[in-house]
T-cell receptor
Framework: NAGVTQTPKFRILKIGQSMTLQCTQD?????MYWYRQDPGMGLKLIYY???????DKGEVPNGYNVSRSTTEDFPLRLELAAPSQTSVYFC???????????????FGNGTRLTVT | DAKTTQPPSMDCAEGRAANLPCNHS???????VYWYRQIHSQGPQYIIH???NNETNEMASLIITEDRKSSTLILPHATLRDTAVYYC????????????FGKGTLLTVNP
């Protein structure tokens, strides 16, 4: 099983450029999440989605946008990259429905983004 | 979700049991305790979770106090590969979707 797949693994952006971080999962999970992790820090929730067509803000949503047109995909968009967005970005998913309402998160291996 | 408190770092000798504490004194009755770990800069890995009974799987054991205000993750025979940041989280699914992480405990297993 592929699980949660993130692309690209690494990216360097110039200030003001835009890009989309891709995340796809093959486990038919309803809930998907985007986190960022700055060096030496814990994970901060950016956006999450409870199903196709439904998204909501997390702790640090400014500067980011998301969409969820399918169950499998949850891309994260950076419109005007800033140095403060230099971080490692993790996508995660979980089942979360019915008897599995307390199911654990499954994480991808991250995208390391540098904005200079 | 209830907040958790963990020590920032701990050391353990290889082959010995590693006992990682977590305080969650404001946990509500329907919130679960979850443990994850993050090795180097990889994606966090799920370890174990429980509600009020002690739990054990192939990776670890989870001991939750009777009042549920604290818990301990036990790695019975720590190896060098267990060196990682360990996160304790309290969370209830269902209508609550946000799942947030604290700073965790850096466990260093020494030879």
């Amino acid at each position: 099983n592929a699980g949660v797949t993130q692309t690209p693994k690494f990216r360097i952006l110039k200030i003001g450029q835009s890009m989309t971080l891709q995340c796809t999962q093959d486990m038919n999970h309803n809930y998907m999440y985007w986190y960022r992790q700055d060096p030496g820090m814990g994970l901060k929730l950016i956006y999450y989605s409870v199903g196709a067509g439904i998204t909501d803000k997390g702790e640090v949503p400014n500067g980011y946008n998301v969409s969820r047109s399918t169950t499998e995909d949850f891309p994260l968009r950076l419109e005007l990259a800033a140095p403060s967005q230099t971080s490692v970005y993790f996508c995660a998913s979980r089942t979360g429905t019915g008897v599995h309402y307390n199911s654990p998160l499954h994480f991808g291996n991250g995208t390391r983004l540098t904005v200079t | 979700d209830a907040k958790t408190t963990q020590p920032p770092s701990m050391d353990c000798a290889e082959g010995r049991a590693a006992n990682l504490p977590c305080n969650h004194s404001t946990i509500s009755g329907n919130e679960y305790v979850y443990w994850y770990r993050q090795i180097h800069s990889q994606g966090p890995q799920y370890i174990i979770h429980g509600l009020k009974n002690n739990e054990t799987n192939e990776m670890a054991s989870l001991i939750i106090t009777e009042d549920r205000k604290s818990s301990t993750l036990i790695l019975p025979h720590a190896t060098l590969r267990d060196t990682a940041v360990y996160y304790c989280i309290v969370f209830r699914g269902g209508s609550n979707y946000k799942l947030t992480f604290g700073k965790g405990t850096l466990l260093t297993v020494n030879p």
